[in-house]
């Protein structure tokens, strides 16, 4: 049977209607993918000194990291942990270190970024003055490893030879603490005086005082934590805790990270940036 008129003239009129809303679904589309994969990209690289091919191509997933930041090459092969072993050997060369030695060598690689006293300028790098020297070296030697990586660290540890690192360590070791700044004294939460002085042994995580405060006995590469940076504390812990850094023998920081609040994290770093011990 053949259609009348008035049966498809329904149908021929939609069809309109049909194209232009196909036009402006295909036109957010394509704008969005515009927005995402070229202009934002190429707006966020620029920034940081990032050109457009590269940031097209890492919005796209083609090349490997953000298109906001530039990517950090290491060319360590990374190591699952720590490689120091403490030794007799190791200790002996710990204590025959000699801080002359390492002042000279730290003059050339280390002031720039860490200060001559060892306290630095720049938020993002820790303080060493009055740093447990058994922490320094480690940290050094697990840069010339691989066990950690930092874009510059590894390269100017893999620069140094193994007595070399024990004087640096030495000379920044022998550096006097900073006097706290009263206006930094003020009191922490006492849910973040428990978490360092008890611990919660209801998630299991150990007192913060039992390993990092002067004298307490912990383990010999355990760093001191009074004075330290604020915002270098908060990014460590966060490291550990997504298991980016992945450095501490037994893996115990990250166990005890990953347990942690922001903001137990944040109220951590306050409390020791005050210079509390």
């Known amino acids: 049977m053949a259609h009348t008129s008035s049966e498809s003239e329904p149908h021929v009129l939609d069809q309109p209607w049909r194209i232009w809303a196909s036009v402006v679904i295909f036109g957010i589309m394509l704008g969005g993918i515009v927005l995402g994969v070229v202009i934002i990209p190429v707006v966020q690289g620029r920034s940081e000194g990032i050109d457009a091919y590269t940031a097209i191509c890492r919005a796209l997933g083609i090349l490997p990291g953000s298109p ?10 990374p190591s699952p942990v720590s490689q120091v072993v403490w030794t007799p050997d190791l200790l002996q060369i710990l204590a025959d270190a000699k801080p002359d030695r390492g002042r000279a060598k730290a003059q050339e690689v280390c002031v720039s970024c860490h200060g001559e006293q060892g306290i630095s300028a720049a938020p993002e790098n820790p303080h060493l003055a009055g740093q447990s ?3 320094i070296y480690k940290q050094l030697n697990d840069y010339r490893t691989g066990s950690r990586t930092h874009q510059l660290m590894t390269d100017i540890a893999k620069a140094l030879d193994e007595a070399s690192l024990a004087d640096v360590a030495a000379y920044y070791a022998a550096q006097p603490k900073r ?8 009191d922490s939460p006492p849910a973040i005086v428990r978490l360092i002085e008890l611990g919660d ?4 995580i150990p ?6 405060r002067l004298g307490s006995g912990g383990p010999i590469e355990t760093p001191i934590l009074a004075e330290q940076g604020q915002e270098y504390i908060v990014r460590q812990l966060k490291l550990y805790a997504s298991g ?3 450095n501490d023998i037994y893996g115990r920081m990250r166990v005890i990270a990953a347990k942690l609040t922001q903001p137990e994290i944040d109220g951590l770093a306050a409390y ?3 210079g509390f011990r």
Request: one cysteine or more; a positive charge; hydrophobic letters at 25%.
């Open 68 to 77: 906001a930041r530039q990517q950090i090459v290491d060319r360590t092969p």
């Open 133 to 135: 020297g058994a922490a």
């Open 179 to 186: 006097n706290p700044n009263p206006t930094t004294l003020a």
């Open 201 to 204: 042994p209801s998630r299991n």
């Open 207 to 212: 007192p913060c005082a039992s390993c990092h």
């Open 244 to 246: 980016e850094r992945r």
């Open 272 to 274: 020791y940036r005050a």
